[in-house]
Antibody, heavy 117, light 108 residues
Framework: EVQLVDTGGGLIQPGGSLRLSCAVS????????MSWVRQAPGKGLEWVSV????????YYADSVKGRFTISRDNSKNTVYLQMNSLRAEDQAIYYC??????????WGKGTTVTVSS | EIVLTQSPGTLSLSPGERATLSCRAS???????LSWYQQKPGQAPRLLIH???TRASGIPDRFSGSGSGTDFTLTISRLEPEDFAVYYC?????????FGGGTKVEIK
């Protein structure tokens, strides 16, 4: 069964760090482009980051560039989002997705990040 | 960066009516790069349409997408109770992705 299980969310103080994980089953992460999308409470969807297959090229939204890092561990078939210097505006549900060509065809259920002191 | 503007923000309709949702891009978008998603409360988004007009697997044919250049449309021919949700368009360009702000389709 094709499935993305995103975990690692929680309560973190401003300025802190958190690493989100996306465990993949049903396909291999190294043969697919993978992405993270977030949704702040009561707001719309915001694309966060993507890692492309092959050369592992990564891209980020301006709002997280320099603070977030996307990576993958092929041996664990898992994608990660390392989030540093967290701010109140980073508070959101974070969804792991598979980027198939130019659209996101598979989504995780999401993991919630709360940034508060 | 390409900005997507969706209108209206909220659409109030009755079951059985036709819904027409608009997504306008700040620059021309290849039709291959425009997609639509549906999100219900408490759930992750679900892919509805890709390549502007191709329904994703399992999507009923009452959903259709059209458009080109800077103007794209999602049409729901006859609203079913399960179609009341928020809809987002998304584009891909120069390795980056953006979403529109969403249109909420609510029961009138």
């Amino acid at each position: 069964e094709v499935q993305l299980v995103d975990t690692g969310g929680g309560l973190i103080q401003p300025g802190g760090s958190l690493r989100l994980s996306c465990a993949v089953s049903g396909f291999t992460v190294n043969a697919n482009d993978m992405s993270w999308v977030r949704q702040a409470p009561g707001k719309g969807l915001e694309w966060v980051s993507v890692i492309y297959k092959g050369d592992d090229t990564t891209y980020y939204a301006d709002s997280v560039k320099g603070r977030f890092t996307i990576s993958r561990d092929n041996s664990k078939n898992t994608v990660y989002l390392q989030m540093n210097s967290l701010r109140a505006e980073d508070q959101a549900i974070y969804y792991c997705t598979r980027l198939h060509y130019y659209y996101m065809d598979i989504w995780g259920k999401g993991t919630t990040v709360t940034v508060s002191s | 960066e390409i900005v997507l503007t969706q209108s209206p923000g909220t659409l109030s309709l009755s079951p059985g009516e036709r819904a027409t949702l608009s997504c306008r891009a700040s620059q021309s978008v290849s039709s291959s790069f425009l997609s639509w998603y549906q999100q219900k409360p408490g759930q992750a988004p679900r892919l509805l349409i890709h390549d502007a007009s191709t329904r994703a697997s399992g999507i009923p044919d009452r959903f259709s997408g059209s458009g080109s250049g800077t103007d794209f449309t999602l049409t729901i021919s006859r609203l079913e109770p399960e179609d009341f949700a928020v809809y987002y368009c998304q584009q891909y360009g120069r390795s980056l992705l953006t979403f529109g702000g969403g249109t909420k389709v609510e029961i009138k």
